[in-house]
Structure formats: structure tokens, C-alpha cells
């Protein structure tokens, strides 16, 4: 659960600005403040059915935009791709630096 919570916040800080205000409200309590669907039903007025089927829509809408967009993979392979080059800048190995530069360019 730990795993999808860190999923679904990652995809919600990229993409949030392509939801609705209901969608953001709920999401940001749901995944961020830790809130449980009956907190958030009673915190907006809704029945507890109604905010866990706008969650679980939302979800699969930012899995639909990463799907499309791939904003988080590009930011996760280019992150993983400079730890990489600093490494090697420090171990002084230009070979391998010069392949992660070139990867880099690649994700362009």
C-alpha cells in the first residue's frame, strides 16, 4: 500500500494541474493528509461511496496521463541517470560519463 500511496502522489505532483478542483480536494486529502474515505465523505458531505469512486476514477485517469505523457518516467530515468554521472564524475571515469551524457541527450 506504502508503494501505491508513493505512486500516486508522485503521478499527483506532476499532473494535479489537469484535475478538477473536486478531484485535487480529494486526492490531496485522501493520499496526502491520510484522511479515510469516511473522513473525507463527512468533511465534504458526500456519502463514502461517492469519494471512494472519485478516487479510484482519478487514479486511473493519472495512470491514463502517465500512460500518454510519461512525465514521471522521464523524470525518474533522468534523476537515475545523473546520481549515475555524479558517481562517475567522482570515481574520474569519462567513459562512463560520457555515455550517461549521451543517454541523457537520448531522453530528449
Keep these: 500500500m ?3 500511496t508513493t505512486h500516486m502522489n508522485s503521478l499527483f505532483d506532476f499532473y494535479q494541474s489537469l484535475l478538477t478542483a473536486k ?3 480529494y486526492m ?4 496526502r493528509e491520510d484522511y479515510s474515505l469516511g473522513e473525507i465523505s ?3 458531505n458526500v456519502s463514502r461511496q461517492a469519494v471512494y469512486d472519485n478516487i479510484k476514477r482519478t487514479e486511473k485517469v493519472l495512470i ?4 500518454r505523457l510519461q512525465l514521471y518516467s522521464m ?9 549515475g554521472l555524479e558517481e562517475a564524475i567522482s570515481k574520474d571515469d569519462t567513459s562512463t560519463s560520457l555515455e550517461l551524457i549521451k543517454q541523457l541527450k537520448e531522453l530528449d
Excluded: C, D, N
Design 2 to 4: 506504502l508503494e501505491k
Design 23 to 25: 478531484q485535487k480536494e
Design 28 to 31: 490531496e486529502m485522501y493520499y
Design 42 to 44: 463527512e468533511a465534504v
Design 64 to 67: 491514463s496521463y502517465e500512460r
Design 75 to 83: 523524470f525518474t530515468k533522468r534523476k537515475q541517470l545523473i546520481t
